[in-house]
């Protein structure tokens, strides 16, 4: 129960930890690690890791047997309670061809019926909400049972296995949470997370000057796992290569964005060890993992992939597509045939030399993006940036054009022809709460556009920057 609570009042929560010293921030975050420790580590969820450890040796036999009956039972559930769904007839899966006669739902759709895909058949106390991005900045609330963070942690304790690490094996963790006050400019630019043997560190703050603190506090850390999103990782190995200094970790696990061959090598480079990147979604439908052999395996028990083209035709092994997911696991926001935006195809050829007949998938980068300097020194990736559009609902896309050194536009394309009052105050909300995390040397305006800026091939970066940094 303390989940779905701490979920819907994160903001609040947010500014009273803020404004505690460090020594209670410490403390805060690990009384949020402990709540997060009790679901993570649970028997429960061990129970789920084996299970998904013996699937490792299964054939494309038992693993295709596996997806058609979690296709049936996710079908069913969502005819019988989800009322988006209730209308689709009820099949009876022969094989994987038969769900071509369902719909293929787009993510405008799912913007449009937020709460008509909520199952019934859970209790709202029972049911996280959390918001997400997706590739345009155009948020979205999701909704997922509080038992899927079990398993979830389960898929992702088997990836970690692949590499070797343990559960509980101490971290080292660059992502979304706000660790740190925005205005802080000494160190400490990180917390500790007692209960998980866990550091997180800000990824609000990084800068020319806070770098050596950064490398230093990472170095006192060494040989431990390190985890974040991959252009935060990148800029601090930017830093790193830049001083000359290599801090040889356990593993690195990246997710929550793409992963760059050209940032891939500097993590490598500057972190040693092998990098394991992740696909997934907050929308929790589907899962690709990468292994220790270096490919990404789609992880069946979790949802079913399709990849099609522009006719909605399955598109032949390395050819690129779209994603088509329907989920095994969320069933408090089941998605049966969701395109979700993002693209890829499935690899051609041969066996993994893991040995794991788990397909083989390449996503494709989607979203190509600029980074923010802020005149004070700060360097923030357009996945610190996105954590401020989650709580925005009325937009089609959302970006922050950089125009000049010290100016910064968040423009906002709104789902309404015209904007109404909910687009205008969130657009209010993101333009004060970007002024607050940038701080007095950069100025921070806001405005609505009829189009994204788009570059070539049709790509919506998060940040435009339109001025060349010296
Ligand atoms: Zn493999």
Request: net charge positive; charged share 25%; aromatic share 8%.
């Amino acid at each position: 129960m303390l989940e779905p609570f701490v979920r819907e009042n994160l903001p609040r929560l947010q500014r009273l930890y803020d404004r505690a010293p460090a020594p209670a921030r410490h403390l805060l975050t690990s009384a949020r690690g402990w709540v997060l420790t009790r679901l993570r580590y649970s028997r429960e969820t061990f129970a789920i890791l084996d299970d998904l450890r013996s699937h490792e040796s299964w054939d494309g036999r038992q693993i295709a047997d596996h997806q058609l009956q979690n296709l049936q039972r996710a079908l069913n559930h969502a005819v019988d309670t989800v009322p988006f769904y209730a209308d689709y007839p009820r099949l009876k899966l022969q094989s994987f061809e038969d769900l071509c006669r369902l719909p293929v739902i787009e993510r405008e759709t799912i913007l449009d019926n937020q709460d008509r895909l909520l199952s019934r058949a859970l209790p709202a106390r029972q049911r996280i909400r959390a918001s997400t991005t997706g590739t345009t900045g155009a948020s979205l609330r999701v909704a997922y049972p509080e038992n899927l963070a079990r398993s979830n942690w389960a898929f992702l304790l088997r990836q970690r296995a692949w590499g070797n690490v343990a559960p509980r094996e101490p971290r080292v963790t660059l992502q979304g949470p706000r660790v740190t006050p925005a205005r802080r400019s000494d160190p400490p630019f990180w917390s500790y997370n007692v209960p998980e043997r866990q550091v997180l560190m800000s990824i609000f703050h990084l800068s020319e000057r806070s770098a050596p603190a950064y490398l230093g506090f990472l170095r006192r850390h060494r040989g431990e796992v390190l985890e974040g999103f991959p252009s935060v990782l990148g800029i601090l190995s930017d830093f790193a290569l830049e001083a000359g200094v290599r801090i040889p970790m356990r593993a690195t696990f990246t997710s929550g964005e793409p992963l760059y061959p050209q940032v891939r090598a500097k993590i490598e480079a500057v972190f040693g060890a092998g990098v394991f990147d992740t696909y997934g979604m907050t929308e929790y439908c589907g899962l690709i993992q990468e292994c220790e052999r270096g490919q990404m395996h789609l992880a069946p028990e979790y949802g079913f992939l399709e990849i099609l083209d522009e006719d909605g035709k399955p598109t032949k092994p390395g050819e690129e597509g779209y994603f088509v997911w329907t989920g095994f696991l969320n069933d408090a926001m089941p998605m049966i045939r969701y395109r979700i935006g993002d693209r890829g195809r499935w690899q051609d050829g041969a066996l993994c030399p893991c040995g794991r007949a788990f397909p083989l998938v390449v996503p494709t980068i989607t979203r190509e993006s600029d980074i923010l300097r802020c005149p004070d020194g700060r360097i923030f990736s357009a996945r610190a940036l996105n954590q401020l559009l989650k709580q925005s609902t009325s937009f089609r896309c959302c970006q922050f054009v950089h125009d000049e050194p010290n100016h910064v536009v968040v423009r906002a394309v709104a789902r309404q022809t015209i904007p109404n009052g909910d687009s205008a105050g969130d657009l209010m909300q993101i333009r004060s709460n970007l002024q607050d995390l940038l701080g007095p040397s950069m100025r921070v305006t806001a405005e609505f556009g009829s189009t994204p800026v788009t570059r070539r091939g049709g790509k919506i970066p998060l940040i435009v920057c339109e001025w060349s940094p010296p």
